[in-house]
């Protein structure tokens, strides 16, 4: 059989794909032709790629060529493959074709190539998403897989026109992108030029017309209702009229909580915060406000929960805070331990133990893992050259070392890392090396130290990686992390440090060195629970009844999924490991990333002295939240999320759904007579409620959001379509119908409620004061709804659940906090002397200046020369003007100067 | 013909004895129809190639790979370019690519009568009564001896003609 192709057809690429996917290329017999050749005798119009079949046959389209391959390698296609692929012909070809065609020929971008695709785009991540597979027909790749990739890569390996909310998308395009028969079409396609390799081809088309206007002002896909079946229907309605009756009774919380037999034990930890520094909205979104919706969603599903939390106190960064602030190691951890606690508390984190590093239960267990390992030979000693600061009698830590970069000459590389080139650098590498606090030149010391044997334990590791990933829940970024370590081999890792902040190491020799961070600050979960309970074992050492869940950013993954599990399995001690690891990506500010030391963000004590709700926060933050790919936090997304999202969506629906009932039916939730458009509701909405608890399960909490949102956008719908204020007024079945209505909106409203518990605890608790719901079921949540508001339940007060936010208002926080800074400055140098100005430098700088103070005062005292006086008061004025621009931005981080 | 409609046709045709109901979504009434025992199916030939492996006729469908592949691409032709609201100049070149492509066959995949045919069939009746009307004087052209084959085959219309006429 013979292919004709020609340079640049969009066609090519899946059709290349295909044969390759079914190594049928070998026998393929490929000829390029130019784009205005007829190949198909009886077509009028030119026609490529197209398959000459040895009958004499041709296969014109591009999608029965690829199914022809298919088929010649047994793969038969069933009816949801040939629904893509029907889809793929008639939805996504037409809109593909007009928005390549603006980008490519026209020369036009943005908006105007992603508009007319967006649609498709999203219809594609919601179906990925919704049947929660990593591909469009199941489990496994198919034709459907590859006809859609094909088409759509030309655009989408634009990163531009791939919109990062569509996470289901991302991953699926990721995946297929780096199979190895589609890399190779891309390359023989687009020949690295990217999309313009289409050009030749497709400036000799004619102009598509537009996809249909009509179809992109429909509703969003979202709103679009599944069709159900009689039997799904008539399930949904006995569940709700069985009502309250169905809900088991309601589990007390014990104290402490411990697992059960025969039951589900979930243990949920957050990634330690390190203790002294203020956490940011990305570390809050990244561990603790993740952890704490699934550890609510987990009580919600009565699961017999643990979850926990502390601050991470030893190590280097607290000594010499300690030094800054003139305290001892010990009154820092306190001082900013409390910070922390108050924090969380403020964003209503529900851990059962917020504890803490430096205590004697760490340097039990620390220890005893050590020893354990120790004994059985998984413990290596060598020599490190390391920087050692004479003048401050310490080993310097990496990042308290600046010098210039070996490889860019940057003069304030970091001991870690350059900031200008990103090259990774030894400190002892760096030219110039300086101690940062005392800015004396450390020198080259050699110090004895331990190290874990990691290639020795990686064979364990591996053992219990194959048992634990398949069907578990770790996130796909974290499953990458591991294998990525895996796949460059594990190396030796060095677990003690020159300190005296820390786990002291119980060996001879070691005495004046302490465990290094990462070695022990895992542990610090197992003594924070040792410290809440004795039985802490029952929780540790249980790992065929515990469930653990340990929630972080993706930077920590190495240290949950690897070293940890590496020194636990080398005790041989039975320890609990983690079942489900989830980690999120990274969440940026504005355009920007967080920055302590540059002072761009929100830090989680400056939201409380915003004036917006904890609740909103929570909401904004897991509406962002970096699932599957990086986000940022943007004030003016945060206004219209607020405003559209929770007040008139959800907002507005859970508040008339309650005022009908104060005031038509006198507080009294009134009779319900279900129609067959009711019952329908009631099943779509039992629809979305199962949905949203198959994502919460699976710890998709950013999606399962949308759920909610989905739901009370149904019931605004039900209510301004049924009209109950005017049936209200009409005859009697008019009444009836409005009572029945608002019945029906006011128990989805109590739904609602309890679905918001694990995101906006707060407002959810009001709702369910606002409309008096039941105690149990207020705190458990079936997978099917009910009737929890039977008719003659009488309500409380209903009163507005949300503010509006004000742009003024908004303008101002973005002001203040940093955001968009760059746009507002007239003058760029301006913001970089801004931008780059951190504590430690302003801290440098004041001490200048008081410095040249003095000596401008000496000299006046001296009665010294005139010009060399002017020379230094010059000087002065010059420290004192960097110093003024350092101070005056608007994010002032130091201490005492938090609120204006 | 709305697709409900034709769907309904050919369950008929096919056999089935349970009628399925159909909805449609959208400005231009795609069909979707909605399963008992799995999620719903949306697309014309999506439901009708659904419909014959229930009637169990994949015969319909084509027995060999090249078969199952024409057939599928003639179903996608049905859906994006005779279903696509065209002007004159496109229709007349759409009718003679059809008639040059039948010039050597009976049915679309030769010899073997498939769901292609039905649904071209169904497909094309909005045009083909005139084109009947305008070519009848000149000697029948393939695709009306094509139309004529499938017609009598299926025995849709209420009077057919016999195609060896």
């Known amino acids: 059989m013979r292919l004709f192709v020609s340079e640049g057809a969009p066609g090519n690429l899946p059709v290349l794909a295909a044969a390759g996917r079914v190594r049928g290329r070998a026998e393929l017999l490929i000829s390029t032709v130019g784009p205005e050749e007829c190949m198909v005798p009886f077509l009028t119009r030119p026609k490529v790629p197209v398959l000459q079949l040895d009958s004499g046959n041709y296969l014109f389209s591009t999608s029965s060529i690829c199914r022809y391959f298919f088929l010649l390698s047994g793969w038969e296609q069933d009816d949801l493959t040939n629904q893509w692929l029907e889809w793929e012909a008639t939805e996504l070809q037409p809109a593909l074709s007009a928005a390549l065609y603006c980008l490519v020929v026209q020369g036009k971008k943005g908006e105007d190539v992603l508009g007319p695709v967006r649609r498709a785009l999203t219809h594609i991540d919601h179906s990925l998403s919704r049947q929660n597979c990593p591909f469009l027909a199941g489990e496994t790749e198919s034709l459907a897989d590859i006809v859609l990739w094909g088409a759509l890569y030309p655009l989408l390996q634009d990163p531009a026109y791939l919109p990062e909310e569509l996470g289901a998308l991302h991953s699926w395009f990721q995946t297929l992108s780096t199979q190895e028969p589609c890399q190779r079409a891309a390359e023989t396609v687009l020949k690295q030029q990217g999309v313009l390799a289409l050009r030749p081809y497709l400036q000799k088309q004619p102009q598509p017309s537009p996809p249909d206007e009509s179809a992109v002002t429909n509703e969003p896909e979202e709103e679009e209702l599944a069709t159900l079946s009689e039997e799904e229907i008539a399930m949904a309605v006995t569940a709700w009229e069985n009502g309250l009756e169905s809900l088991p009774p309601l589990r007390p919380r014990q104290n402490p909580v411990l697992p059960v037999a025969g039951e589900r034990n979930v243990l949920i930890t957050s990634a330690l915060p390190y203790v002294n520094n203020v956490p940011h909205l990305g570390n809050i979104i990244g561990c603790v406000l993740s952890a704490d919706v699934f550890a609510r969603y987990s009580r919600l599903r009565q699961w017999n929960t643990l979850y926990l939390c502390g601050t991470d106190e030893y190590g280097t960064a607290t000594e010499t805070k300690a030094m800054e602030e003139g305290l001892t190691p010990q009154e820092i951890c306190d001082k900013y331990h409390v910070i922390h606690a108050d924090i969380y508390r403020w964003f209503n984190i529900s851990f059962d133990i917020f504890g803490r590093t430096t205590t004697p239960q760490q340097t039990k267990i620390t220890q005893d893992i050590f020893q354990r390992l120790l004994t059985r030979g998984f413990v290596l000693r060598d020599t490190v050259e390391q920087l050692r600061c004479e003048h401050c009698a310490r080993f310097l830590a990496d990042r308290f070392v600046e010098g210039v970069c070996p490889f860019c000459g940057y003069e304030e590389a970091r001991g870690d890392q350059c900031d200008k080139c990103g090259k990774l650098i030894n400190a002892i590498e760096l030219k110039k090396p300086q101690c940062k606090v005392c800015r004396s030149c450390p020198v080259v010391k050699s110090s004895q130290h331990l190290f874990l044997d990691l290639p020795k334990l990686e064979k364990r590791l591996e053992e219990w990686l194959g048992k634990t990933l398949p069907g578990s829940d770790w996130t796909p970024n974290a499953r990458f992390i591991i294998r990525s370590w895996l796949r460059d081999g594990l190396k030796p890792r060095c677990i003690t440090r020159d300190l005296k902040w820390g786990t002291p190491v119980p060996l001879e020799g070691f005495e004046d060195k302490v465990f290094y961070v990462w070695f022990d600050a895992t542990i610090g979960y197992l003594s924070i629970t040792a410290n809440y309970t004795d039985q802490w074992e029952r929780w540790w050492k249980n790992p065929e009844q515990v469930d653990l869940y340990q929630f972080m950013a993706k930077d920590n993954v190495p240290f949950h999924g690897l070293v940890f599990p590496c020194s636990a399995l080398g005790t041989e001690d039975n320890y609990t490991l983690v079942s489900h690891l989830i980690a999120t990506e990274y969440l940026n500010y504005e355009d920007g990333k967080f920055s302590k030391s540059r002072g761009v963000g929100v830090f989680g004590d400056m939201a409380q002295d915003t004036g917006i709700p904890a609740d909103i926060w929570r909401f904004y933050l897991l509406y962002i939240r970096p699932e599957g790919q990086d986000s940022a936090f943007s004030w003016a997304d945060m206004l219209l999320k607020n405003n559209s999202e929770l007040l008139n969506n959800l907002g507005n629906f859970i508040n008339r759904a309650g005022m009908f009932v104060s005031k038509f039916f006198g507080g009294y939730v009134p009779e319900m007579v279900l129609t067959p458009d009711d019952q329908r509701l009631l099943a779509h909405v039992t629809l979305e409620l199962r949905h949203y608890h198959q994502l919460l399960e699976k710890v998709r909490i950013r999606d399962a959001l949308r759920s909610i949102l989905t739901i009370s956008r149904h019931g605004n719908q039900y209510i301004q379509v049924n009209e109950p204020w005017k049936r209200i007024k009409g005859n009697e079945a008019d009444r009836q119908r409005a009572g029945t209505v608002t019945g029906l909106a006011v128990n989805i409203a109590a739904l609602l409620s309890v679905m918001l518990q694990p995101y906006m605890p707060t407002v959810s608790t009001t709702i369910q004061d606002q409309l008096q719901l039941p105690r149990p079921a207020c705190s458990i949540l079936l997978t099917n709804f009910l009737c929890t508001l039977p008719a003659g339940h009488q309500i409380g007060t209903v009163s507005p659940l949300f503010q509006k936010l004000e742009n003024d208002q908004i303008e101002s926080l973005k002001q203040r906090f940093g955001g968009g800074q760059a746009k507002v400055s007239p003058k760029p140098e301006v913001v970089e002397t801004v931008t780059t100005a951190g504590p430690q430098q302003i801290q440098v700088l004041m001490d200048e200046v008081t410095k040249q103070g003095n000596t401008v005062r000496e000299l006046k005292a001296q009665k010294a020369d005139k010009n060399q006086i002017a020379a230094e008061v010059a000087k002065l004025l010059e420290l004192k003007k960097q110093l003024a621009l350092a101070e005056g931005k608007p994010l002032e981080t130091s201490k005492g100067k938090k609120k204006k | ?165």
């Open chain 2, 1 to 165: 013909m709305a697709a409900a409609a034709e769907l309904a046709l050919l369950e008929k045709s096919l056999g089935l004895s349970k009628r399925n109901k159909y909805s449609a979504r959208g400005d231009r009434q795609i069909p979707v129809l909605q399963t008992n025992n799995g999620p719903s199916l949306t697309g014309l030939t999506t439901i009708a190639a659904h419909l014959v492996k229930q009637a169990n006729k994949e015969y319909l469908l084509g027995s060999t790979a090249e078969e199952k592949a024409i057939v599928q691409q003639w179903l996608e032709y049905r859906v994006t370019q005779v279903d696509k609201h065209s002007n004159k100049d496109d229709i007349r070149t759409l009718l003679k690519d059809l008639n040059a492509y039948l010039e050597d066959k009976v049915y679309l995949t030769g010899y073997n009568f498939t769901l292609a045919d039905i649904l071209l069939y169904y497909g094309l009746h909005r045009f083909i009564v005139s084109y009947e009307e305008r070519t009848e004087q000149r000697g029948r052209p393939p695709l009306t001896n094509f139309y004529l084959e499938t017609e009598a085959r299926r025995g849709y219309r209420s009077s057919p003609r016999s195609h060896n006429q």
